[in-house]
């Protein structure tokens, strides 16, 4: 027996979502907008790099983001290449996957008239996978080039140096594509075992977007998802990273790297926290748009040409990070200006702690508001921006619970989250210098 939310539920731009959930544990979200005759799908597992490591059948990181690959390379109904070449030819539009800490997705758009066809090929590759030493061989090599590239990128290498410095026990600090000997180790045997576990449909929720009618896509679903079995998935809880008692750094240098750089982080909560919610706002006042504090103080002030923030939305606490590369006078910088950004954002927390105003807090807010529901206007952004928060809170409708906790924050609770999070000793700083 299919599960049905009791009637369709509104999102803020008035498109009405409507859930099930099959009695093999896959769960479907449909979106409709009738806008134009297209429809995007998402397919998200519950898996991503964080899960691999702390398997004990693998304790390993990177598989998870090659067998993304591997997803794409045939079923033995389908074989090598034939996935993307009848998706082509039917008109497909942004075919692809990601791997991240704590999920993988694979997404495509499509004419309206071909959801039955993508349903089936989905549902066929989701259980029907070709696994063979040629073909694995093939697309470590692959995995192995891109490992290659990231090295000669700047930015991958500033994170990859702050996540395995601000983490000590969490496996967010190892990187999704896993190091050179990792990838190079992986068997037939470590794939089979990973497919197996993690691609079951109680480990997958399916979110449709578009031009399509609810009963219809379940029906749908139904046909090509409901025989497929479910199996156990031991879970297996990530460390909690103990308090940070005193700052860290980790310098780096790269031939790429056109300007000196600092990068601050902070440890934060995860997205469900109530104390997300003011976070953001304190980013958005930091970094959003017209206005921002820190390309007032740092950019506008000759300090950095670029003033950047992030605020992690994981399922455990992630890092609030703010990023500037620096505007030196010569050829590299001096300790001096290394330091200057961050006495400057030492400041900007001191006066925030005791003085962030209402109109700071609106405009903040605004800037925020904006971001999140620019991620709806289209089929493609509204799936991924659910399918972000369905891996991370549990529920894809937690983007939406977010934007009423944003609508409800303080000013009081902006300066209270600056005095509790951003003290000196939980600084992670990331240097990184050309060479």
């Known amino acids: 027996m299919t599960l049905k939310t009791p009637q369709p539920q509104l ?74 070449e009848i998706l082509a030819r039917n008109g497909v539009d942004d075919e692809n996957a990601t791997t991240w800490l704590d999920r993988t997705n694979y997404y495509q758009s499509l004419p309206a008239d071909k959801l039955e066809l993508v349903l089936e090929l989905e549902s066929d590759r989701m259980v029907n996978l070709a696994i063979d030493a040629k073909l694995l061989e093939t697309e470590k090599s692959a995995v192995l080039g891109e490992l290659r590239m990231g090295l000669d990128d700047p930015d991958t290498v500033t994170y990859d140096r702050l996540y395995e410095t601000a983490y000590q026990l969490h496996p967010y600090r190892f990187t999704t594509i896993g190091s050179e000997e990792e990838i190079k ?116 002030e000759g300090v950095a040409i670029s003033a950047y923030g992030d605020l992690n939305q994981f399922a ?9 590369d620096l505007q030196v006078e010569g050829e590299r910088a001096t300790p001096q200006e290394f330091e200057k950004p961050e006495k400057i954002l030492n400041a900007v927390f001191s006066e925030l702690s005791q003085s962030f105003s209402e109109e700071g807090l609106i405009r903040a807010r605004n800037q925020l508001l904006l971001s999140v529901y620019q991620q709806c206007e289209d089929n493609a952004s509204l799936a991924s921006f659910m399918g972000e928060f369905l891996s991370s809170a549990g529920d894809p409708l937690f983007a939406f619970e977010l934007v009423s906790r944003l609508e409800k924050v303080q000013a009081r609770d902006v300066r209270r989250v600056v005095k509790t999070y951003f003290k000196p000793k939980r600084l992670t700083r990331i240097i990184g210098e050309p060479s």
């Open 316 to 324: 455990d606490p992630g890092l609030f990070i703010l990023m500037a």
């Open 185 to 300: 180790s992986f068997s037939v045997e470590n794939a089979m075992y990973f497919y197996r576990k993690y691609y079951a449909p109680n480990n997958a929720s399916l979110i449709v977007v578009g031009d399509v009618e609810p009963a219809n896509v379940l029906g749908l679903v139904e046909k090509y998802y409901g025989t497929i079995k479910p199996h156990p998935i031991e879970q297996h809880p990530s460390p909690r990273e103990p308090e940070q008692k005193a700052s860290r750094e980790k310098r780096f240098a790269h031939p790429q790297l056109s300007q000196p750089r600092v990068l601050f982080a902070y440890p934060s909560v995860e997205v469900t926290h109530v104390d997300f919610a003011p976070l953001w706002i304190l980013m958005s006042a930091l970094t959003y748009g017209q206005g921002a504090i820190l390309e007032d103080r740092w950019v506008n």
């Open 11 to 84: 999102l803020p731009n008035g498109f009405p979502l409507t859930q099930y959930v099959l009695t093999n544990g896959l769960k479907l979200y449909v979106v409709e907008n009738h806008s134009a005759p297209v429809f995007t799908l998402e397919t998200w597992f519950n898996v991503g790099s964080k899960e691999e490591k702390m398997d004990p059948g693998l304790q390993i990181t990177g598989l998870a983001h090659l067998f993304e690959h591997m997803m794409f390379r045939g079923t033995h109904k389908y074989p090598d290449g034939q996935f993307d």
